[in-house]
């Protein structure tokens, strides 16, 4: 028998002492008895061999991703959900270095909500369940997926050419998730599964818009992906069309009032 086999046979019958003493402790028992049954059945394991190591302790995230996390949640549901927001901005703290302890953030629509979930904690795969948000209403989007989208949003909102805005200029997706890259630039990413292995995916440290979102209806909730070297393309709008440098930049038109803020 090889070594496979035999740490299969070793871990099937742990596995399940596991789930019976969940079951025991989940009726009669405590959090705090169960923890201690759990972590002295790890000692009997091979070091490495199942991630029981999550059990360890409360799960949690940095003081400051937490702050930035809830007023992003503020943001979108007590400020951006409404009919009557059209086509408006609005922005939140944004978020420090996500990379410290693994914070991630997954946005996914279920019917007609939108669930966040974060994890972070050892190794970054504890669930935050009191950050856990629902968005009732709320469709996630993004400004990237395609060259019109963005041509079409960049030249309306920020080039200012305003006499027709045309359909698509934003994306409606399933999901959206945002962590730490340590790709080709280290620094926070966002990603859309939709999208697949090209537009937005393959870019690394392209989540830097400063904490502005936008919605074109009150419903969906679009984030920006960015880029380095261009204006717009697929893969968003160029990083520099966020801060305050930038004449026509989207914080510049905001504090003209040339650019409409949520309310």
Not at 68 to 89: A, E, H, R, W, Y
Not at 135 to 144: E, Q, Y
Not at 193 to 211: L, Q, R, T, W, Y
Request: hydrophobic fraction near 35%; aromatic fraction near 10%.
């Amino acid at each position: 028998m090889g070594v496979a086999e035999k740490i299969l046979f070793l871990v099937i019958p742990i596995i399940f002492l596991i789930v019976v003493v969940i079951i025991f402790f989940g009726e009669t028992g405590s959090w705090e008895e169960l923890k201690e049954t759990v972590m002295g059945i790890e000692s009997v394991l091979p070091k490495g061999r199942i991630g029981l190591e999550e059990l360890e302790g409360d799960a949690s995230i940095p003081a400051d991703h937490r702050t930035q996390i809830l007023d992003l949640s503020s943001t979108i549901k007590d400020t951006m959900l409404d009919p009557g927001n059209v086509n408006c901005f609005e922005k939140f703290s944004d978020f420090s270095n996500l990379g410290e302890s693994g914070t991630t953030l997954e946005f996914a629509l279920q019917g007609d909500t939108t669930v966040l979930t974060v994890s972070g904690g050892a190794g970054g795969k504890q669930i935050i369940t009191d950050l856990r948000t629902e968005f009732l209403g709320m469709t996630p989007c993004v400004i990237a997926g395609g060259q019109i989208v963005t041509n079409r949003f960049f030249t309306y909102f920020i080039a200012g050419q305003r006499e027709r805005l045309n359909h698509p200029y934003y994306q409606s997706v399933s999901s959206i998730k945002i962590y730490y890259n340590t790709g080709n630039r280290n620094g926070n990413k966002i990603e859309v599964p939709d999208f697949g292995e090209n537009a937005v995916n393959d870019e690394s440290k392209n989540f830097e818009s400063d904490g502005w979102l936008f919605t074109p209806d009150g419903k969906n909730i679009c984030f920006f992906p960015t880029n380095w070297g261009n204006d717009h393309d697929e893969d968003g709008i160029a990083n520099e069309w966020f801060t305050s440098e930038e004449e026509n930049s989207i914080s510049s038109q905001i504090e003209r009032g040339d650019l409409a803020r949520c309310s």
